[in-house]
Nanobody, 114 residues
Framework: VQLVESGGGLVQPGGSLRLSCAAS????????MSWYRQAPGKERELVAI???????NYADSVKGRFTISRDNAKNTVYLQMNSLKSEDTGVYTC?????????WGQGTQVTVSS
């Protein structure tokens, strides 16, 4: 099982980034996929989740700015992040969950700074 995140980097406030998480080794379409983030000195928090049938939920802090999506043909989940703020800085990690199966990627750093 592998979850490989990409797309992080340094961006100015107000900018955009698109994160990707490529999955392999399990039946991707059956899993709920989530993005978490952890800022320095803070607990990890759920940013967004997309379930197998496409329903989504977002943290209040990112509603209207972030969009989670999935491409089951490519076994990939995305996080489009717009209007980025300094408080969005952190390590973003994707999670795949189905029943007792719970897989995590290594994370990608997002830094929002001028």
């Amino acid at each position: 099982v592998q979850l490989v995140e990409s797309g992080g980097g340094l961006v100015q406030p107000g900018g955009s980034l698109r994160l990707s998480c490529a999955a392999s080794g399990f039946t991707f379409s059956s899993f709920a996929m989530s993005w978490y983030r952890q800022a320095p000195g803070k607990e990890r928090e759920l940013v967004a989740i997309i379930r197998p049938l496409g329903s989504t939920n977002y943290a209040d802090s990112v509603k209207g700015r972030f969009t989670i999506s999935r491409d089951n043909a490519k076994n990939t989940v995305y996080l489009q992040m717009n209007s980025l703020k300094s408080e969005d800085t952190g390590v973003y990690t994707c999670q795949a969950k189905f029943g007792l199966s719970d897989y995590w990627g290594q994370g990608t750093q997002v830094t929002v700074s001028s």
